[in-house]
């Protein structure tokens, strides 16, 4: 089974720019999402949502393009994608020639959903159950792309004591003696947390919208603040965050949503919702 430290995140990597599917290196979910109790089917939907930056070609006469892409991963895919191989793949089409964008797009998505749905034990052959979404932004198109800040209530405007720094569910908690139920949409920009692998920094803007009994902002602040020092990946951190707000506060309705800075060209911006419902446009931050 593929693990992070069998990846190339943090080691001398040569950069192969002809056209190398084989860069690509899958990474389970299951062993993450075991760790903070989901054995079986997850108790959310949701995708990943990733932008790339750094994405160029050439055309059939050899003359460079660019383009900005969006990836819309679902999170029912059995694995993610080592974000530093994404990175490795995506610039082994720098001097690799093809017809057009189109044909570009085509090869990212096959190439992608074949990795995310592979089976990485080793017991068989990979059987995509799904499929990715793909879109290529056009140098034409570029001023199109907007800055855009998450709607909601800054957590950030309260003056709070913070002293813990891996993360601490036990300061999420309801509003005492609070009986009915509210609709609220609360964000911070104080999230972060570490790679994994390298212990890099990530950091990241955080959005919580929930549906039941309030819960208590200073504390879920406290509670975001407490990834500070904390290594996993940005898929796997919102994973944790909406199972121990479901957990701890037990809302009828949740979702989290969390908008990375981008590494090597690359940012990730997972969503993960307990209802069904249309994923928001991939806009970036003013930070992104």
């Not at 950069?15 to 989901?38: C, T, W």
């Not at 082994?92 to 998505?109: G, Q, T």
């Not at 692998?197 to 009994?213: A, E, M, N, R």
Request: charged share 25%; aromatic share 10%; net charge negative.
């Amino acid at each position: 089974m593929n693990t992070p430290e069998q990846s190339q995140l943090g080691k001398s990597s040569a950069y192969v720019d002809q056209y190398d599917a084989s860069l690509l290196f899958p990474i389970p979910r299951k062993g993450k999402r075991e760790e903070i109790g989901i054995a079986g089917a997850p108790p959310f939907f949701g995708a990943d949502l990733w932008t790339a930056f750094e994405l160029s070609w050439l055309g059939p006469k050899g003359k460079p393009h660019v383009a900005l892409a969006h990836f819309t991963i679902p999170c029912e895919a059995p694995n993610i994608i080592e974000s530093k191989s994404f990175k490795l793949y995506l610039n082994s089409f720098n001097n690799s020639r093809f017809a057009d964008a189109d044909e570009v797009k085509n090869l990212l998505r096959t190439d992608l959903t074949e990795a995310l749905w592979r089976d990485t034990s080793g017991s068989g052959a990979a059987v995509p159950a799904g499929s990715i979404g793909v879109k290529l932004v056009l140098p034409e198109l570029f001023d199109r792309e907007p800055i855009y800040e998450m709607d909601g209530l800054s957590l950030d405007r309260l003056d709070v004591e913070c002293t813990r720094y891996t993360p601490a569910p036990e300061l999420l908690r309801v509003v005492p003696d609070e009986e009915s139920p509210v609709s609220e949409v609360l964000t911070s920009n104080l999230l972060k947390s570490n790679c994994l692998v390298t212990g890099q920094p990530d950091w990241g803007s955080v959005q919580i919208s929930y549906t039941g009994l309030p819960i208590d902002q200073e504390g879920l602040l406290q509670y975001l603040v407490s990834f500070r020092n904390h290594n996993e990946f940005h898929e796997q951190c919102v994973e944790r965050i909406f199972m121990d707000i479901w957990r701890q506060c037990k809302p009828q309705k949740l979702t989290v949503y969390a908008r990375y800075t981008r590494r090597g060209g690359l940012d990730i911006n997972p969503l993960r919702t307990s209802a069904p419902q249309a994923l928001p446009v991939n806009t970036r931050t003013a930070r992104q």
